[in-house]
């Protein structure tokens, strides 16, 4: 990837978002449904690879961060009623302030403790919806997406609009991280994360650059969090659970950790996780205990397995770390 | 007057609980420089281990050392399978830093979905025979049970036997030393590796004591120790992470911050308070108050 | 019944630490490795003491191979190796970091016996049991180490610079318990140093090595004597 243009990225991306977009319509409404949730999942889990895979930062607390550009998104349409896709950027806008005031704090803070202290946030946070009435409280906030644009027809389903929807902002936004990953930022995050006594030496103002990849991961988090509660069509705590936030770290560690490509292929393993056990819990005859922790299971088992075996992630042939 | 004491009352209760979750996360991270966030998944498993056992023997006070030893042997089992392994695997990888705060989650997420599983996701009462109503005082009833009771001096205990065995026996002099100078240590004859799996047994059981003592206050299910293990953290980064006393103190200390927040600022921000004492305490004294500042440099 | 080193070879990386090195020292002898900084004298004791994985080649004690092996089984061999750096434990006291010495013995009256010959030996350490180690000097650290390592009983004693960073006067008191330990203990001992002079009063051979190979070996006078020799490695 590093000689190609950004115009042949773009056309590349395009390409391959036309062809998903035209495959969408061969497919049953569930399938569209999950297709929507691979492109927000592989939009979170590239947050946490620019985040980690770049700068070096870790984060347990993006699930968190989600919340907050969903909250936001919901919030500034139910308000001021405006059109979602402009609510999308204030969902994304609002977790990306949040994010540089975070990321204030986290430029000054080694591994554990930021691990610990976004742990704390991811718990911490999604909990205020209850204690705060313009919030929601547990049943949380609607979210109304409107309907199918006309111009697409009567049969074009909601799910499948959203996964156009969702598409189209993957595809921004990993056209727009790729690109940025290629410029001196990228290099100076990889610099910062290999070695941040040799990159401060170098001249290369750490603390601003671990500022601004958190402030960038948060953006793209919140995104992901306002196109998450187009979908579910709703914001509620539980939709932004501790567990989320370990699933998008589990999706980052099987993409690779520094790899961008292999956040679709993370987030593909995560949504199809579910499907799988559910598969086999039903072949089994399993009970609503199993049906419902099976997933967590294997991500867990998944996720404990990479690190051992694969501690550098699976080998991604295309979008690999230069 | 009266309210003031009751803060206080209720803020040393949960700040005994809180200390015993941050002695487990600073034992662990004196062994072996790892915060250890799958402490609440090993102390809700062995809490609901202490279930079964009450379950089937009827005694609560007979099903704690049945958690307690559930408990150290899942985090010595934790350590020798997983974190020791990987320590070896992943030195001198990229992700060296990063992959024990990952592979601590993933035993956490897998054991509390175990969990689920076994036990289901539904509220499940632990209870001891203490009463859970507060004393009443003349006409006044304190929001001090006799189970609160229990959790302090049960904290109590546990702090004392970890004191004496680290200040006057010779496993507590190799956890020191192995703790400090592994290398050192190891050049002395102490089996360092087995001294960390003790370690971690020894927070194993810590954390099984705080989530058998706390449950029958509230209710038992994969994920109720989540916040425990948020405030365990923020009390040992209080303490300095470093420091045993540290640990203690750092609960105790933000027991009664909670419940001074709870009681004079109300409810609304008990979950954020957590987030925002932490993120204080790092910002301001981030070598905590017990801890020096080169302790932060691992 | 000696220690044995035969093509010993150590990797650190990509870099050639130790290459090809052969040696022997016999029962009961001081034998003073002599060799600039970076000529591979730690590595050599990291690797006899099972604290640094060796790629190629054997060494044995006594006839069994001590390669492989981990450091805290060595010890119980009776292979006790005080890394370089005055090697205490500052968060200890000194009563404690004597106490680790013995930690894995049985034999707890020996223990004390061991303990008790130490604390004659160093006084000064008998006067500071119960400050922290960290309240010592340079010097009494030193000594610190090495009564640690004599409670262990040791056959053979791996030591790694001795009097870095110390006063002259000082030195030659670490020196000269080191000599007399060894006299009275019987004890083999694997002296690193830079400061050749002081290694090679007390030493009954010395072995040049260079670039991780020997590069010269006789009795400590006649290095002493050797004029290309002090030029080379002793500095005047």
Redesign the interface.
């Given at each position: 990837m590093k000689h190609k243009s950004p115009i042949r990225r773009l056309a590349i991306l395009l390409f391959i978002g036309a062809l998903l977009i035209a495959a969408s319509g061969r497919v049953d409404q569930l399938r569209a449904y999950q297709g929507a949730q691979v492109a927000i999942f592989a939009i979170a889990i590239s947050a946490i690879v620019l985040l980690t895979g770049y700068s070096g930062q870790i984060s347990l607390g993006h699930g968190a961060l989600m919340a907050v550009g969903g909250y936001a998104a919901v919030l500034s349409r139910t308000h001021w009623n405006i059109p979602y896709p402009l609510s999308f950027i204030i969902g994304s806008a609002v977790a990306g302030v949040f994010g540089f005031l975070l990321g204030i704090a986290a430029a000054r803070l080694k591994g554990p403790y930021l691990a610990g202290t976004t742990l704390a946030l991811a718990v911490g946070l999604p909990s205020l919806a209850n204690q705060f009435h313009v919030l929601g409280g547990e049943q949380g906030l609607t979210f109304d997406a409107g309907n199918v644009p006309s111009w697409l027809g009567s049969d074009f389903s909601q799910y499948r609009w959203f996964f156009v929807v969702t598409v189209i902002a993957a595809i921004a936004v990993f056209w727009l991280l790729r690109n940025l990953l290629s410029t001196r930022y990228g290099r100076r995050w990889r610099a910062i994360r290999s070695n941040p006594t040799a990159a401060a030496l170098a001249g290369i103002n750490v603390g601003r650059a671990k500022v601004l990849a958190f402030t960038l991961s948060s953006t793209v988090a919140g995104l992901a969090g306002s196109l998450f509660a187009m979908l579910l069509g709703l914001v509620a705590p539980l939709a932004f659970t501790l567990t989320l936030s370990f699933t998008l770290v589990t999706g980052a560690v099987l993409a690779g950790v520094s790899n961008l490509g292999g956040s679709i292929v993370g987030a593909v393993v995560l949504v199809s996780i579910p499907e799988l056990s559910n598969a086999a819990a039903s072949h089994f005859g399993g009970s609503d205990k199993v049906t419902a922790n099976l997933p967590g299971v294997i991500t867990s088992v998944l996720l404990i397995a990479t690190v051992l075996f694969i501690p550098n992630g699976p080998k991604m042939p295309k979008l690999s770390r230069q | 007057m009266q309210i003031f004491i009751n803060t206080i009352l209720v803020g040393l209760s949960s700040g005994a609980i809180y200390s015993l979750m941050s002695l487990a996360l600073v034992l662990v991270w004196r062994s072996t420089r790892v915060v250890n966030f799958a402490a609440a998944g090993q102390a809700i498993l062995s809490t609901y281990i202490g279930y079964e056992a009450m379950s089937s023997m009827h005694n609560y006070w007979l099903s704690l050392p049945v958690a307690i030893l559930a408990g150290a042997g899942i985090s010595a089992l934790v350590e020798a399978l997983v974190m020791r392994p990987l320590a070896k695997r992943s030195k001198g990888t990229p992700v060296e830093a990063i992959a024990p705060v990952i592979a601590t989650l993933g035993v956490l997420g897998g054991i509390r979905s175990l969990a689920g599983l076994i036990w289901g996701n539904n509220f499940i009462q632990y209870t001891s025979p203490l009463s859970s109503k507060g004393y009443t005082i003349g006409q006044t009833t304190i929001p001090f049970s006799p189970q609160n009771a229990a959790i302090v001096i049960g904290a109590v205990v546990v702090m004392a036997m970890f004191a004496a065995i680290f200040k006057f026996t010779r496993l507590g002099l190799a956890l020191r030393a192995a703790s400090f100078q592994p290398e050192i240590s190891r050049l002395a004859g102490v089996r360092v590796d087995r001294i960390r799996t003790i370690g971690w047994a020894f927070a194993g059981a810590a954390g099984a004591v705080a989530g058998a003592l706390v449950t029958p206050t509230s209710y038992l299910s994969p994920n109720s120790l989540d916040l425990l293990l948020v405030s365990g953290f923020v009390a040992a980064v209080i303490g300095g992470l470093e420091s045993l006393i540290g640990a203690v103190v750092g609960g105790v200390v933000l027991g009664l911050g909670f419940a001074f927040i709870l009681q004079y600022i109300g409810t609304s921000v008990t979950f954020s308070a957590a987030f925002i004492i932490l993120v204080i305490v790092l910002l301001i004294r981030p070598q905590g108050i017990f801890g020096r500042r080169s302790g932060r440099e691992a | 019944m000696t220690l044995k080193v035969e093509q010993l070879h150590v990797q650190h990386g990509a870099i050639t630490a130790i290459e090809d090195l052969t040696f022997t020292i016999n029962e009961g002898e001081l034998v003073t490795i002599i060799g600039s900084n970076g000529a591979g004298k730690t590595t050599l004791l990291r690797a006899l003491?099972g604290?640094l994985p060796v790629s190629a080649g054997s060494a044995s004690w006594k006839g069994e191979s001590i390669l492989g092996k981990?450091?805290?089984d060595l010890?119980?061999r009776g292979i006790?190796?005080?890394?370089e750096g005055k090697?205490?434990?500052?968060?200890?006291t000194v009563a404690?970091n004597l106490?680790?010495?013995g930690?894995?013995?049985k034999d707890k009256s020996d223990v004390a016996a061991a303990t008790a010959e130490v604390l004659e030996l160093f006084p000064r350490l008998g006067e500071r049991l119960k400050q922290g180690a960290d309240t010592l000097s340079g010097g009494e650290r030193q000594m610190l180490a090495i009564g640690?390592s004599i409670i262990?009983r040791p056959q053979l004693l791996l030591l790694d610079e001795p009097s870095l960073g110390l006063a002259p006067l000082i030195i030659e008191q670490i020196f000269a318990a080191i000599d007399a330990l060894r006299h009275r203990l019987g004890l083999t001992v694997v002296l690193v140093e830079q400061n050749a002079m002081s290694a090679l009063s007390i030493a009954d051979r010395g072995i040049i090595i260079n670039l991780g190979r020997v590069v010269g070996s006789g009795s400590a006078q006649a290095l002493l004597n050797d004029p290309a020799l002090r030029s080379a490695y002793l500095g005047y």
């Open positions: - | - | 003491s604290l981990r450091p805290e010890v119980r006790v190796h005080v890394s090697a205490v434990i500052p968060e200890l404690e106490e680790l010495g930690i894995w013995r640690r262990a």
